[in-house]
Each structure stands twice: as C-alpha cells, then as structure tokens.
C-alpha cells in the first residue's frame, strides 16, 4: 500500500503519512478523505478505498520552517531536471550548478544553485549562463514548501497529490 499526504484544514501540505495513520485518522473524525487511491482496505465488516490525500478538520498552527538548502532539496525544487537541458536526472548522477560561478564571486545560496547534468555543467565551466550560451529554463529561488517531501517519494509524486504540492 502507498502512503498518504496530510494537508492542514487550509489545503497546506504537512506531511507524508503511512496509509494506516491516515485510516485511523479518519475513523477518529479528526480528517477528511480527499483524495483515493484504487485500492482497497478490507476488514471483516467493511470495504473502503486507500486514501492518497486527507486533510484536517481543524487548522494546526505551526511555525514558519524554511526549507534548508541541501543537494537532495536544490534537487526536488528543480524537479530532478537539468536547469539547462532539461534531461530528467537521478539524484546519484546529478550535479549541483553554481549560476555565478564561485570562482566569480557567486555564493552558495537558493538563487545561485541549479540541478545541472555533468554534461552541461562541464560545458558551462566557470561561465554564467550567458557567456555559456546556456539559458536556464526557470529561474532559481527558494521554494515556500518543502522539498525534501518529493525526494522521500523518489521523485515519483503520485498524480493524486500534484495538485496539493507546489512542485513549480
């Protein structure tokens, strides 16, 4: 069985939850189903469809966390794409890109930092995106959700969720 995404009461994304978290949380009354997967959950008295998506009934204040700036996260903003090719990567061959070379000045920070394929980033070297003729596709920033949640799921989001979480 697959996990389930909790959403706070306003649609936020939490967390990813195991499937029978999200059972019992239903069965409490403390969420709603929004989304199912086409599974089923059997019981000796009742057949009821895998949640892919639940939200809380009530809104749980938490504090602002800013995601931190990691390779693992650079690569889930990015959605495991090369900022100059597009090729769709995998987190071991992939490579993290400084668009304002260090070398130039540039520092380590969310809108300096690109996923790069190694065939892109030894093309552009110790250039900006310009000199390299290499546009990027988006420009980098720092995301308002937290990444980390794509590279739990490998990269492979389930459709059910991509309109709760803010993959662009």
Known sequence: MRSALLLNASYEPLMV???Q???TLFF????????EYDQDIRSVSIVI?????VRLLRYVKRRTVRPALSRVNVFARDNFECQYCGAKLQSKIATIDHVIPKSRGGTTCWTNVVTCCMKCNRKKG????????M?????????????VLTFRMNGNVPKLW??????K
């Open 135 to 147: 546009p990027l596709r988006k420009k980098p920033k720092e995301p308002h959700w937290l990444p």
């Open 17 to 19: 939850i195991s499937w």
């Open 49 to 53: 469809k895998a949640p892919a998506v």
């Open 126 to 133: 110790g250039k900006t995106p310009k000199e390299a003729n």
């Open 21 to 23: 978290k999200a059972v």
């Open 28 to 35: 409490m009354g403390k969420v709603e189903v929004i989304e």
């Open 162 to 167: 991509q309109n709760f979480i803010n993959l």
